[in-house]
């Protein structure tokens, strides 16, 4: 059995929970949050769930000084992934850090120099790659069934931003900024469809709709709700991410096509269906991909956080590389605040930036 930890019990934190009680052998030891509600609900959904005690902690600090867990998933906000790090880089322990790694270039440098000399080993959840669709999809452009690619286009037409504890998402100096924040998902998978690096990134977008009309102590959300964002990348790809936060009654959320000189494929999310269209004319031919029902059920992810811990749970195992590294998540946090910084100046902005920890 892997000893499991669970710091942050939000939304993310107990989907996290619904799906490692599907997977055999994870154990679910402890859970820390300081905030009441999502502690009460982690109690909740565990009094169906649990054959052995779990133990729940107010802070974190207490929870890793008792407990000796073999795994520890971090979901708690955005801005807090660095410091709880480095709290419990000391232990020899598993650690995966739920998306974004974290929101500014400074911690990831930090990072970068913490992982080099920490007792713990880290991956990152950017659990997209996951989904069953997604997966086929990116198999059989990996195969080369549309040759080379040479353009790839990801769309997201979804609802906004959930509320969450304290609303702490709707500030960039939270969440990073949309294109951090909710966008590192398709970076990831920008870069890991294309398996290439990215050389330049140019955006536009705003906030015109979403959360203009609330208010925080005084203060009016400030994170964007839509926006293009072009990246060249080095083998000379081009890719686009199309995304809009007001669109509820979009029929499929995301939309992903790769084409190259054989033709097009395309995957689309909720529709599970991934279309080849050759450049011959001859199709298209339409593959529906099934995700487990008991995975669908576990989240709001189509089945890819079930996926995911379990690639995470084989890891930490049998001592094996996490298939989603530091550095994966760092370079998608990094195209993220480069878009970011598009949008602020109007110019496009150059990859590697000057402060990443990676040069190459």
């Known amino acids: 059995m892997i000893k499991y930890g669970l710091i942050g019990a939000g939304m993310m934190g107990q989907e996290h929970l619904a799906n490692l009680n599907l997977i055999d052998g994870a154990e679910i030891a402890a859970i820390a949050d300081p905030d009441q509600g999502s502690l009460n609900g982690a109690r909740a959904m565990m009094q169906n769930h649990a054959h052995h005690p779990v133990t729940y902690y107010d802070q974190y600090q207490e929870m890793v000084a008792r407990e000796n867990c073999d795994a520890i998933i971090l979901a708690t906000p955005n801005h807090t992934h660095f410091q709880i790090v480095r709290d419990l880089a000391h232990l020899e322990t598993a650690i995966l850090i739920e998306k974004p790694v974290c929101t500014t270039m400074a911690d990831a440098q930090a990072l970068v120099m913490l992982e080099e000399t920490a007792s713990c080993r880290l991956a990152v959840g950017l659990e997209y790659r996951y989904m069953p669709p997604l997966t086929q999809f990116i198999n059989r452009a990996h195969a080369g069934e549309a040759g080379p690619v040479r353009m790839l286009s990801i769309r997201e037409h979804r609802f906004p931003f959930l509320p969450k504890v304290d609303n702490w998402n709707r500030f960039n100096e939270n969440t990073g900024g949309t294109l951090v924040e909710k966008c590192c998902h398709f970076f990831d998978l920008m870069r890991h469809i294309l398996r290439d690096e990215p050389v330049r990134v140019y955006a536009s977008g705003a906030q015109d709709v979403n959360h203009l009309d609330e208010t925080y102590d005084g203060r009016t959300p400030d994170i964007i709700d839509n926006a293009f964002v072009v990246v060249d990348f080095r083998g000379g790809a081009r890719a686009i991410l199309d995304l809009c936060m007001y669109a509820e009654g979009s029929e499929q959320q995301e939309v992903i096509h790769v084409v190259g000189a054989q033709g097009k494929l395309e995957v689309s999310i909720p529709g599970a269906d991934v279309t080849w269209s050759p450049r011959d004319k001859s199709g298209p031919f339409v593959e529906h ?9 576990a989240g709001q ?8 811990l379990q690639a995470f749970h084989q890891a930490v195992t049998a001592g094996e590389p996490f298939p989603i590294t530091v550095e994966d998540g760092i370079r998608s946090l990094e195209m993220g605040i480069a878009a970011h910084r598009s949008l602020a100046t109007g110019q496009a902005v150059s990859l590697p930036l000057e402060d990443t920890p990676y040069r190459t």
Do not use: C, I, S, W
């Not at 991909?289 to 059920?297: G, N, Q, S």
């Not at 992810?301 to 995911?308: D, I, R, S």
């Open 301 to 308: 992810h189509h089945g890819a956080t079930y996926f995911q």
């Open 289 to 297: 991909v099934d995700t487990p029902e008991k995975a669908m059920l």
